[in-house]
Nanobody, 123 residues
């Protein structure tokens, strides 16, 4: 399974971005049974959990710092997961990674990572 993230860019504080992650590969259909999520890594900091969604899309969970600003969603028919980010703050500047086969807020060795997309929020 390969994950391709897109949608990052430069935005002013208070603005919005929508990140997308598309899964592909010979065994892509298995992604529909996985929890998926988004993580981020800011310069000089460790990678941290942002948002997760269960296999059906019926349950979502977020890091405390999201504070209702972000919404994660998925489309199992297209093998995609999205992160709608509103009210962005300079502190949200980071490389954002999508991941599949989450165990809660952790990606185990059996999980998958996308390549990351840069989000920069200017003040």
């Amino acid at each position: 399974v390969q994950l391709q993230a897109s949608g990052g860019g430069l935005v002013q504080a208070g603005g919005s971005l929508r990140l997308s992650c598309a899964a592909s590969g010979r065994t892509v259909s298995i992604v529909s049974s996985y929890a998926m999520g988004w993580f981020r890594q800011a310069p000089g900091k460790e990678r941290e959990f942002v948002a997760g969604i269960d296999w059906s899309g019926g349950s979502t969970y977020y890091a405390d710092f999201v504070r209702g600003r972000f919404t994660i969603s998925r489309d199992n028919a297209k093998y995609t997961v999205a992160l709608q980010m509103n009210s962005l703050e300079p502190e949200d500047t980071a490389i954002y990674y999508c991941a599949a086969n989450l165990m809660g807020m952790v990606v185990p060795p059996t999980g998958y990572w996308g390549q990351g997309t840069q989000v920069t929020v200017s003040s």
